[in-house]
């Protein structure tokens, strides 16, 4: 019995990864919800703690910041290992 792999072309798989991402998120909210955890979300450009009674309090704003370094697609980076 042989098997056969089927290859995905990149919207198909985009769109396995997002739907993934979208479920285990939701998971850990309904999981972190029951357990009256505080959960941590980005709204706009503010970090939100949002609390199980419903409470929100910001925490920190976030600003962009612009990079001095361009990079193009299949550029290589060397990082020196730490220790």
């Known amino acids: 019995m042989s098997t056969i792999a089927?290859?995905?072309?990149?919207?198909?798989?985009?769109?396995?990864?997002?739907?993934?991402?979208?479920?285990?998120?939701?998971?850990a909210f309904r999981i972190s919800t029951?357990?009256?955890?505080?959960?941590?979300?980005?709204?706009?450009?503010?970090i939100v703690l949002k609390k199980a009674n419903g409470a929100t309090q910001e925490l920190k704003e976030v600003n962009q910041v612009k990079s001095r370094i361009t990079l193009t697609k299949g550029t290589k980076i060397c990082l020196e290992p730490k220790g």
């Open 34 to 46: 029951a357990l009256e955890l505080p959960i941590q979300v980005v709204q706009g450009k503010k």
């Open 6 to 27: 089927k290859r995905l072309n990149k919207e198909e798989e985009r769109r396995l990864i997002s739907k993934a991402a979208k479920k285990a998120s939701s998971t």
